[in-house]
């Protein structure tokens, strides 16, 4: 059996934590597990072999079906208290796959990632490490990504941070698992109350405060569960990594042919686009800006700054071989939801843009794991609703006074996703 361990050595009230006991207790804790899970047993059959030799990892669960669990649970900070959550786990067959210490002022939160029989209950595995000393245990199914360690995630998260500013919001979500992120600009209200901004955590804080790099303030609420020092330094050091790179989008486009014989050019837009966007508001009739922004136009040009800027989403721009931007289509995180806009002005409406740019912005909502997405309109444009059942996925339909709220949900099949030049360009 493989395992990747990470430990954060200093306590967070200054004592030294114990590294060497625990080292000392994981490995008897971990040759039990091994032994438990092995001895008096046939070998594993071609598809375990297969299993250990593609992820590195054990099945300790036997040769029977198998599932994978996330768990976190609390335990004292003294010797032994680590050695029997392993060997309780042992004797329930589940074989520890990764384990990940998060020190507190009081105790350690130790995360696992499980393979345990499939007929064990989360119910009864909290209960196994209850009686071995765990509180405040928190369990869920994972999969196969979670068996990535920690280090290469978090790299990887880096990565996609570094090349486009809209991923922080997915990259902190990818970091902490289910939770609800929202930036707030500078002067927001309520951005001054609550929990102080970059201020110390407690070990019961479901929400985290942080500087966003343009002045305002990001916040991660996770109720079901607590976030740690180690969980607050991590997503920190993202944002600092934003604000050091600065304003930054993907130049990549693609050249387009439309049915009727147009060639348009789809790409990433931002808040360069601020005085184009503009323009097109000004061609645009009342009744196009009243169904995208459901109100009178002379609102719509306040919106603009907010849709365009990286830190809320993404937006797709669809510009003339003159240079003029004829279409808009947005992808804004909307704390953990996701909603789709698209306004095209009058003259190109009807010939296919609307479309192209949903189709693509639902591409780029399912390689953001987005589970769903949700337009917004009146139950009168006809235009939107065609677009989205073209998609092909299953809708779900909301009707009051008028306004339509429609939902798709991304674990469909169906949609043609067209290529991604996110992070390369067809020029």
């Known amino acids: 059996m493989s395992r990747k361990v990470s430990e954060e050595t200093p306590a967070a009230d200054g004592r030294p934590v114990r590294q060497w006991q625990r080292d000392v207790v994981e490995l008897a804790a971990l ?16 598809n375990d072999a297969e299993a250990e030799t593609d992820t590195g990892i054990g099945t300790g669960a036997g040769t029977g079906a198998s599932v994978l669990w996330r768990m976190r649970t609390t335990v004292k900070d003294e010797p032994g208290s680590l050695a029997a959550l392993c060997i309780a786990l042992a004797e329930r067959r589940i074989d520890i796959l990764s384990l990940q210490t998060h020190p507190l002022a009081r105790g350690t ?11 064990l209950t989360a119910t009864e595995i909290s209960g196994s490490v209850s009686r071995a000393g765990g509180a405040g245990t928190w ?12 280090p290469t995630r978090v790299l990887g998260l880096a990565t996609r941070t570094a090349l486009d500013a809209a991923e922080l919001p997915l990259a902190l979500r990818q970091l902490l698992g289910r939770c609800t992120i929202r930036s707030l600009p500078a002067g927001d209200s309520a951005a001054r109350e609550g929990v102080p901004v970059e201020g110390a955590l407690e070990e019961t804080d479901t929400v ?24 607050f330094a991590r997503a920190r050091a993202l944002v600092e990594l934003d604000a050091r790179l600065g304003p930054r989008v993907p130049h990549g486009q693609d050249v387009l042919t439309l049915p009727r014989g147009n060639a348009i050019t789809v790409r990433r837009a931002d808040a360069s686009d601020l005085d184009a966007a503009k323009a097109m508001h000004e061609r645009c009739s009342p009744r196009t ?28 721009a669809v510009q003339t071989a003159s240079g003029r931007v004829v279409g808009l289509g947005h992808l804004l995180w909307d704390g953990d939801e996701t909603e789709i806009a698209l306004l095209v002005e009058d003259e190109w409406q009807r010939r296919g843009v609307g479309g192209e740019l949903l189709r693509r912005l639902v591409s780029m909502a399912r390689e953001a794991n987005c589970e769903h997405v949700y337009a917004v309109t009146q139950s009168s444009n006809t235009g939107m609703v065609a677009a989205m059942r073209a998609l ?36």
């Open 31 to 46: 040759l039990r597990t091994w032994w438990a899970s092995r001895h008096g047993h046939a070998p594993p059959d071609d």
């Open 109 to 119: 939160v130790d995360e696992f990632l499980l393979r345990a029989p499939a007929d």
């Open 139 to 150: 369990i869920e199914r994972a999969d196969a990504h979670d068996l990535v360690d920690a």
């Open 208 to 231: 985290m405060r942080l500087r966003a790099p343009e002045g305002g303030v990001i916040t991660v609420e996770r109720p079901y569960l607590p976030f740690t020092p180690t969980e």
């Open 289 to 316: 800006l009243s169904l995208r922004y459901h109100g009178p136009m002379g609102d719509a040009d306040r919106y603009l700054g907010h849709l365009l800027s990286p830190r809320y989403g993404r937006t797709l």
């Open 392 to 427: 092909g996925l299953p809708l779900d339909y909301q009707i009051e006074e008028g306004t339509l709220v429609i939902t798709a949900r991304l674990d469909a099949t169906p949609v043609a996703s067209p290529r991604s030049y996110d992070h390369s360009a067809r020029d």
